[in-house]
């Protein structure tokens, strides 16, 4: 039985829960620096696997250490996943970033109404487009501590009701962004 935690940015309580579907542990923040900084202070004393996900962020991190614009929202995942675990013959760990792209691509991709899925694209490796504009992307780090070849933290970003303002000018500067919600037809009214 998976366990649903929640936690605050100082500490972390554990409640079991019967609505995750999740084979592991599954933490929630409200708030934190970053799901991957959670992840990786959580690694020393929690075993691999579990993942970690966050209302919003205050130093997402995305491509070329650019801040991954965090309101709340949206989704802020990291899955710690022991390196044993994925290392498996016949998938180079090379190709990691672009699986953790594709299963993305595959999940937004499910949520999308049929017109809007063509306009989903995955732009080599990891980054989700909808419609030219990034709804999703991912970052990928190992943690060596310890003993044993490390786990892996797989961080990923889905905006799913905000999509943030990206400069297009400067050191932070990236590709305009869209989010979920702006692609799903209106809700009905009630009866």
């Given at each position: 039985m ?5 936690s ?9 829960s ?6 592991f542990?599954l933490?929630h923040?409200?708030?934190?620096c970053s ?6 202070s959580?690694l020393?004393t929690?075993?691999a696997?579990f ?8 130093a997402?991190?995305g491509?070329?250490s ?12 990291t899955v710690c ?12 760990l090379?190709l ?13 991709e499910?949520l ?5 899925r063509?306009?989903l694209t ?6 989700v487009?909808?419609?030219?504009e ?6 990928i780090?190992l943690?060596?501590a310890?003993?044993?070849k ?5 961080g990923?970003?889905v905006?799913?009701a905000?999509?943030p303002?990206?400069?297009t000018?400067?050191?932070?500067h990236?590709?305009p ?11 009905s009214?009630?009866?």
């Amino acid at each position: 039985m998976a366990a649903l935690f929640s936690s605050s940015s100082s500490s972390a309580k554990a409640s079991s829960s019967s609505a995750s579907s999740a084979s592991f542990p599954l933490i929630h923040s409200p708030a934190t620096c970053s799901t991957q900084s959670l992840a990786r202070s959580l690694l020393l004393t929690t075993p691999a696997p579990f993942a970690v996900y966050a209302s919003s962020q205050s130093a997402g991190r995305g491509t070329s250490s650019r801040t991954w614009l965090s309101p709340p929202g949206n989704l802020y995942l990291t899955v710690c996943l022991p390196a044993e675990q994925v290392a498996k013959p016949g998938f180079p760990l090379t190709l990691l970033p672009l699986h953790a792209g594709v299963v993305t691509h595959e999940a937004i991709e499910r949520l999308l109404p049929e017109e809007e899925r063509p306009s989903l694209t995955l732009k080599w490796p990891n980054d989700v487009l909808l419609g030219g504009e990034k709804i999703s992307g991912s970052i990928i780090e190992l943690d060596a501590a310890g003993s044993g070849k490390g786990t892996f933290l797989i961080g990923i970003g889905v905006n799913v009701a905000v999509a943030p303002e990206v400069p297009t000018e400067g050191p932070e500067h990236g590709r305009p962004s869209t989010c979920l919600l702006s692609h799903l037809p209106p809700p009905s009214p009630p009866d």
